[in-house]
């Protein structure tokens, strides 16, 4: 399969002279051998740079033909490359008549070298021939000469490819003049008729590495190569032929594959030493006064409801940049977050050097980020620095960090919280769309660190103003049939700008919106599932991680009566207002239809969590929160999940469970009814169906127009929590919970703070007269 050629800028310093005679000798299979590589590049892009990295790494002498100079060679997707022939031509003629001179001709962007000259040299005399091409799978441009090939053995590579090819000086001069090519004519089929030609094939003693054994093509061959670890870093083998070429060729569809193999060759990547190039080429901020920081514009687009949107926007205005060197634009594509965005830019716009907000709707979302670039060129901006508002960026470092890498375009490795999801694709399908790389789940789970070229970006990433500049390096948002983002993608890849995901710091995590019901009353309350992390950062009480501090004894206002901080006053406030939004609060009399019996003996003026779809979120709660801290305070105490998610048994037997048979679901209808019959009658109004449970969950109003007190009573609970909503002396005056056995009184009770007790038995108790305003508390009956 051809290799498309790419166009490239020039680079003066890599254009030197080559003379013979300065050309140093290596030592291989011909102590007076020497080697030049020649290759063609009309633009410096990354393929380029990549490709001149691993020439310099491996010190070969390398010429590039074409710089600065228009492409002639026609569309490298399709037929063409005969310019690329003529320049070579052109090249050699200075050694036309050397053998004491090999000379590699071989494509830039997508190829790399992997061996020095004396291996190449080694591996090119071994094969006894004047000129050696490399090889591939598949004939083309023209499937009828395939009959003419000679035939290989042990599943050879039988046909040629013209990304690659060594010889010595004059041979290689003879064979490319033997026939003039117009610029725009195919290189490869060219190639072809002149080996498939059996009088000059033998004449130049020319050769095909049907074997792999110099040269790697990798399209079709992808079963065939496999990363290797020796020596503490990787090379690239061919486990088919069992050999270890020097020369490997991205050819054809294979792009992708082939970016993802550099990420660990030549010496990229290993376990031992991590990312051996991440810091090559960089930029030093601290070299630079903040007055000469790079101009860099802030394109946040809010292109649908989010939940923790105003921590989303805190952290924009926390990102550790010289405001006077950023212009901030925000674009809003849904109307729930207008008025936030609005709020935001109204406190902290002036601050930066420039602040934009821009209305849209959604149709004009491809528009919006296209206008993003012009807005950037307009403002002569070195970098944009696109955000989506599901991505948070926690690390205030993450603008400088990015800038300092020094990419084209760079993005930071986001995920979902204790996900596999993120901002990246490792690989891609047949389709286009998302496949799993083989490292993906080591590159997420930050097990390989470092800065990795993949195929597609989304959410967040910072791209370099000269990009945006130049129409053909420019991305676009918008192509037929695929959705933004896999468009800009596209679009990157096919003009052959690399995209990187950055990992080797915690940058930030992305929020999955996907279930964001902005019709509820505070819907972030409802986000426990999908956006724990977030969940917790928002609501759960800044010391509650003391709760378990082994050299800190809980607070005890009465016998057994323990006192926590658990949840954040913003919790409390938004639980009120969810609670005085749905508004219907139980009449405080004996009878109650929410119940199964119909009958409430200890009736307060409350609304159940399953009335404002909060039952399976408060029984998480206890499960995730509550649990461990009613570990801690009454010792010995374990109700857990009998199913064993934990893996630990506490008292274990040499047993078989019944899901291990397959009679799982026959026993628990079998105990359902047969044996709860049995219990029900045995032990009167006991139900259990797993730990922690709670039926009763609810939130509880007092003040002296409705209920304002609770006569005496045992709770139907082994444990009883009690949360403080709101402040007394503040929000109402008296209240608070009376223990009569130990009398003992709790009136100065904390917003956010829970009361731990045994509920039947011991701790008898009344709820004590609230005077004035009103008082919320939210309790829960654990394990009745």
Aim: charged share 25%; aromatic share 14%.
């Amino acid at each position: 399969m051809k290799i498309p050629f790419g166009v490239c800028t020039a680079v003066c310093c890599l254009f030197f002279a080559l003379d013979l005679a300065s050309t140093e000798k290596d030592e291989g299979a011909k102590s007076d051998l020497n080697l030049l590589v020649l290759t063609v590049a009309s633009e410096k892009n990354d393929g380029y740079k990549r490709f001149i990295d691993s020439a310099n790494l491996n010190g070969l002498k390398t010429k590039v033909l074409g710089f600065d100079k228009p492409w002639q060679g026609g569309n490298m997707n399709s037929v063409g490359g005969g310019y690329k022939l003529n320049l070579y031509l052109e090249a050699l003629e200075p050694y036309k008549n050397n053998d004491n001179l090999a000379v590699l001709l071989t494509d830039a962007y997508d190829v790399v070298i992997l061996a020095n000259s004396s291996t190449i040299l080694n591996k090119f005399t071994e094969f006894d021939a004047s000129i050696v091409i490399s090889t591939e799978n598949s004939c083309w441009p023209d499937r009828k000469l395939a009959d003419q090939y000679p035939t290989v053995d042990q599943n050879g590579y039988r046909f040629l490819n013209s990304g690659g090819l060594i010889g010595y000086a004059s041979q290689l001069y003879k064979f490319l003049s033997e026939k003039p090519i117009k610029n725009l004519g195919d290189d490869q089929l060219h190639l072809t008729n002149l080996y498939l030609n059996t009088d000059l094939r033998e004449k130049l003693n020319i050769k095909l590495d049907n074997y792999a054994k110099l040269f790697q093509n990798v399209y079709l061959a992808e079963d065939d190569i496999k990363l290797k670890l020796v020596n503490k870093s990787y090379i690239l083998e061919n486990v088919n032929f069992n050999t270890q070429p020097a020369v490997i060729h991205g050819n054809g569809l294979s792009k992708i594959t082939f970016n993802s193999y550099t990420n660990y060759i030549p010496n990229k990547w290993s376990p031992e030493s991590g990312c051996n190039t991440c810091y090559d080429n960089n930029l030093d901020l601290s070299m630079l006064k903040e007055e000469n920081y790079p101009k860099v514009l802030i394109s946040i687009i809010v292109d649908k409801p989010t939940p923790f949107f105003d921590e989303f926007l805190n952290k924009i205005e926390d990102i550790d940049y010289p405001k006077s060197r950023l212009c901030l634009s925000i674009t809003t594509l849904v109307d729930y977050h207008k008025e936030h965005v609005d709020k935001f830019i109204s406190r902290i716009g002036d601050q930066y050097n420039a602040s934009f907000v821009f209305h849209k709707t959604a149709e004009e979302s491809i528009h919006a980020r296209h206008f993003s670039f012009s807005l950037c060129t307009s403002k002569l901006c070195d970098f944009l620095f696109y955000i989506e508002n599901e991505a948070h960026l926690d690390n205030p470092q993450t603008l400088k960090t990015l800038i300092q890498r020094n990419k084209k375009i760079i993005a930071p490795m986001l995920t979902r919280p204790f996900k596999a999801w993120s901002n990246f694709w490792g690989a891609l399908s047949k389709d286009g769309f998302y496949a799993r790389s083989l490292d993906y789940m080591d590159i997420v789970n930050y097990n390989k660190t470092g800065i990795w070229n993949v195929p597609y970006i989304s959410s967040c990433y910072l791209m370099k103003g000269t990009i945006l500049e130049n129409k053909f390096t420019r991305p676009s948002y918008k192509e037929d049939n695929l959705d933004y983002d896999m468009a800009f993608s596209k679009s990157l890849r096919d003009k052959g700008v690399f995209m990187y995901i950055d990992n080797q710091y915690t940058y930030g995590h992305l929020i999955d919106s996907e279930t964001f019901d902005i019709t509820l009353k505070n819907p972030e309350v409802y986000q426990l599932f999908e956006n724990r992390y977030d969940w917790e950062q928002r609501y759960i009480h800044p010391e509650y991680m003391e709760n378990f501090n082994p050299d800190k004894k809980p607070a005890e206002p009465c016998p057994d009566v323990f006192w926590f901080p658990i949840v954040t006053e913003q919790f409390c406030q938004e639980f009120i207002e969810i609670m005085e939004n749905f508004g219907q609060w139980s009449d405080g009399t004996n009878n109650d239809t929410r119940l199964r019996t119909g009958y409430e003996a200890v009736p307060t003026r409350d609304i159940h969590m399953n009335q404002v779809g909060l039952e399976k979120h408060w029984l998480e709660f206890l499960r995730s929160y509550v649990l461990p801290i009613q570990k801690k305070a009454f010792i010995g105490y374990i109700h857990d999940d009998p199913r064993l998610d934990t893996g630990y048994e506490a008292v274990p037997t040499r047993d078989i469970h019944m899901n291990q048979v397959g009679l799982q679901k026959v026993w628990l209808e079998f105990l359902r009814l047969f044996v709860s019959r049995l219990q029900e009658h045995v032990y009167l109004g006991y139900y259990s169906d797993g730990p922690p449970r709670s039926v009763m969950n609810f939130v509880v109003k007092y003040n002296p127009l409705g209920q304002a007190s609770l006569r005496p009573h045992h709770d139907s609970s082994t444990y009883t929590i009690n949360i403080a909503l709101n402040s007394p002396g503040k929000d109402y005056q008296g209240g608070g919970c009376h223990f009569l056995r130990y009398k003992c009184k709790v009136t100065n009770m904390k917003v956010g703070w829970m009361l731990m007790h045994p509920g039947r038995l011991t701790h008898y108790h009344e709820g004590l007269e609230v005077t004035n305003g009103t008082r919320y508390i939210m309790i829960s009956f654990v394990d009745p």
